[in-house]
């Protein structure tokens, strides 16, 4: 399948497309046709696409999809391994959480109380005031 193609089905750009197979997370053979080279995606390309699109929405990086992608999709991965992969994802997101609720508790307290020697002394409390 040509990338327009691919385009058209997946919804994606072309540049999108390409960026993707920089990346290592699609494949695609050139072909010769006179003096142009087009290159032809495997029937495996959409279903690559929904999966790179459902890990963008669990938080994973595009760079950090793209051994497990591989792996996933040969069915070389155990579901052991697969359920180690999705467990540390979920540990990393408990921890962006974890410090987004700290940040939003403390704006919470600023909220209450704005009052510029207030927030400077909490901040001297946690050590992020420069003298």
């Known amino acids: 399948m040509l990338i327009g193609e691919v385009a058209k089905k997946s919804g994606l750009s072309k540049d999108g497309i390409r960026h993707y197979e920089s990346l290592g997370l ?8 006179g003096s142009r080279t ?6 495996t390309t959409l279903e690559r696409l929904m999966i790179i699109s459902l890990a963008k929405r669990l938080h994973f990086s595009l760079k950090e999809l793209v051994d497990p ?13 697969r359920a180690s992969v999705l467990a ?6 408990d921890a962006k959480i974890a ?3 700290a940040a939003r508790d403390l704006l919470k307290i600023f909220v209450k109380n ?4 207030f927030v400077d002394a909490r901040l001297k409390e946690m050590g992020l005031w420069l003298e």
């Open 26 to 33: 699609l494949h695609s053979k050139p072909i010769q046709a």
């Open 38 to 43: 087009y290159r032809d995606y495997d029937d």
């Open 69 to 81: 992608l591989n792996q996933i999709l040969s069915d070389t991965v155990s579901r052991e391994e």
């Open 88 to 93: 540390d994802k979920v540990k990393e997101i």
């Open 99 to 101: 410090e987004l609720t």
């Open 114 to 117: 704005p009052d510029k020697s």
